[in-house]
C-alpha cells in the first residue's frame, strides 16, 4: 500500500469532510466553513533529515515553512503555527524551536501554542492555520489549462543529495535546509488548481490530475532549473531530469490556469488534457507516462 | 530545566501572542482573534506508552481525546481534527487512525486532515480545533474561588501503573486506554479558571495558580476516587493518596468558581487563596506544600 492508497483508505474509513467542513482528507489543507484553512506536517529524524546534515535551527525552520507552503497552495495568508516537538533533551528543543520561530516570522506568522515531548530522537510535527476566501483547491483544473511553476526545481534535493554523500553545496543545501513558501506570489495568481511541491513534480501533479479528473502532458525541457543546477547534479553522478521531476521538498507552486501570466511569475510547463495520468515529454522527443516518484509508504 | 521553565523559555523566544492571537503560549490551547481555540498534543511510543499495554486502536483513541480534553479545558467545542502519525507500516497506521476516528466521533468531531510518516516507532500528535465565544483561561481564579474536580482521579494512572506491572485492572485500564473528553459537562458550567487534570491534580493546579498569580488549599481526602480505587491501589503496592493527587491522565476538568454547584456536577475539594503555591491538607490534618509531580523535560 502506498501513501496515496493509505490516504484514500483512511478518507474512506475517516470521511473526507464533515457539515463544517467543506474541504477534509486529500487536499494540501483542510477548510472549515469560516474560511479558516489547517494543514499538519511532519519531519522525522532517519526519514526526513540526518542531523549531520543541518543545524538545530534548520530543523525547525524546514519543518515550519514546510507545513506553511500547505497554507500558500490553497492561497490562504498564515495566521498561525502550533509546534508539536518530540526531543531528547531541553536544549537541543529550544535551538529547534528558535529555528521554527524564525521561519514563522520569515512568513509572517506567529507561533501560538504547541506541545513537547521527551523522545529519543527529535520529530517536530507542525500545525499551520490560515485563512482564505476562496481556497484553491486541487480539483479545479480543466482540459486547456496551462501547468505553471514557480521558481525552480531539483534544487532542494539536489542539496540533500549531495549532504547525503557529504558534499556541502551551499546554495543548494540552503534551499533545502530553509525553504520558503510562496505567500509572496499567492495575491497575483487566480489559478483553476494548484498543489506546493512537496513530494517532487510528477507525483504532486498526478495528484492534482487525479483531484481534477484530468491528464496532464509537460515537457521535461522546460522545467525552470537554478543557475549551475544540472552540471552540479552531473558532478555528483546523478540524473538532473529526474531530480528536477522527481525531487520534492522545493516547496514551490504547481498550477493551472486558462489566462497565460506575465513569465517573472512563474514558467509554463506543459497542459491539462482529457484522460488521465502525467505524460512527460522527454529529451528524445517522445511523450511517456511517468508514474510519480517518492511516496512515504 | 523542567517542562514548565522549558515553555516559559520558549514564550520569552517566541511571543505568546500575536494581534491576532489574543492568548497564545502557555494555556491548554491557544485562542484566535475568531474565537477558534488550537490545542496539539503527542504520545510517544516508549514515553508515554509500550505497545503491550494497549491495542493499536487505544493508542488514537487516547491520543485524539487528550488533545480533545485541552479543547473541553477551554471550554469549547470540537470541530474538527488533524492527526500526524509517524508509524511503522500502513496496517499498523490505519488500525490507529480506526481508534482516532471513534474517539473523534465519540466527541462529535471530525477527523479533516492530517500527515503520514514512516518512523521506526508510533507517534501520534494530534491538533484540535475548536470554538468558543468566552474561552475559559487558567488565570482568572480569584482568592475565596472554590476549586472543583468533575469525575475521578488517579484511576488512569492506576490503570497504567498496573499495566506496567503486568496486572490488567480491566475498569481502570479502560479509564487510561479510552479517556473521554469532559465536553459533557461544558454547558453547566461556568468557571472563572479552567485545566484539564493531563499531568495531576497537584501540578496541573500549580499551573492555574501561576497563571492567575494565586495560591490554593485542598484536601487530599475530597479527591473523588473510583470504586475500589485505593484497594486495587494498595493492592499493587501504590499510595492511592499519591495516585490521586499525582497520577494524570484523567482528563477531568479542575476548575475555579465563586459560586456552588449541584454536587452531580463536580466534587469541591478546597479553595483558592492569596498568595500562591498548592497547599495540601494530609491525611495527618496539617497542610504541606506540594511541588507538583510529573513533567516532560
Chains 1, 2 share one sequence.
Do not use: K
Not at 495575491?187 to 501533479?205: E, F, N, R, T, W
Request: proline share 5%; charged share 20%.
Amino acid at each position: 500500500m502506498n501513501e496515496d492508497e493509505l490516504v484514500a483508505a483512511l478518507r474512506a474509513r475517516l470521511g473526507a469532510s464533515g457539515p463544517r467542513i467543506p474541504t477534509g482528507i486529500g487536499d494540501d489543507a483542510a477548510v472549515l466553513d469560516d474560511g479558516t484553512i489547517l494543514s499538519v506536517d511532519a519531519v522525522v529524524e532517519g526519514v526526513h533529515f540526518e542531523r549531520a546534515w543541518l543545524a538545530l535551527g534548520d530543523i525547525g525552520y524546514r519543518g515550519t515553512s514546510a507545513a506553511l507552503s500547505d497554507l500558500a497552495a490553497m492561497g490562504a495568508a498564515p495566521v498561525a503555527i502550533l509546534s508539536s516537538l518530540t526531543a531528547p533533551d531541553a536544549q537541543t528543543a529550544l535551538a529547534i524551536m528558535d529555528g521554527a520561530g524564525e521561519a514563522a516570522r520569515a512568513h509572517g506568522a506567529t507561533i501560538a501554542g504547541g506541545n513537547l515531548a521527551r523522545g529519543r530522537h527529535v520529530e517536530l510535527h507542525t500545525t499551520a492555520v490560515g485563512r482564505a476566501r476562496a481556497p484553491w483547491l486541487r480539483s479545479g483544473a480543466r482540459p486547456g489549462d496551462a501547468v505553471y511553476l514557480t521558481g525552480t526545481v531539483g534544487a532542494a534535493a539536489l542539496g540533500w543529495r549531495a549532504l547525503a554523500r557529504g558534499v556541502e553545496l551551499p546554495a543548494f543545501a540552503a534551499r533545502w535546509r530553509r525553504p520558503r513558501a510562496r505567500f509572496d506570489l499567492v495575491p497575483h495568481l487566480a489559478p483553476s488548481a494548484c498543489v506546493d511541491v512537496s513530494d517532487g513534480v510528477a507525483l504532486d501533479l498526478s495528484r492534482l490530475c487525479v483531484a481534477s479528473g484530468v491528464g496532464a502532458r509537460i515537457e521535461l525541457g522546460r522545467l525552470p532549473l537554478a543557475e549551475g543546477f544540472a552540471a552540479e547534479a552531473r558532478a555528483l553522478g546523478l540524473d538532473p531530469d529526474a531530480l528536477a521531476l522527481e525531487g520534492g521538498e522545493d516547496y514551490e507552486l504547481l498550477f493551472t490556469m486558462p489566462a497565460s501570466l506575465p513569465p517573472e511569475l512563474a514558467t509554463p510547463i506543459g497542459e491539462i488534457v482529457a484522460g488521465e495520468g502525467v505524460h512527460v515529454l522527454g529529451r528524445d522527443g517522445t511523450f511517456a507516462l511517468h508514474d510519480g516518484g517518492h511516496r512515504h509508504f
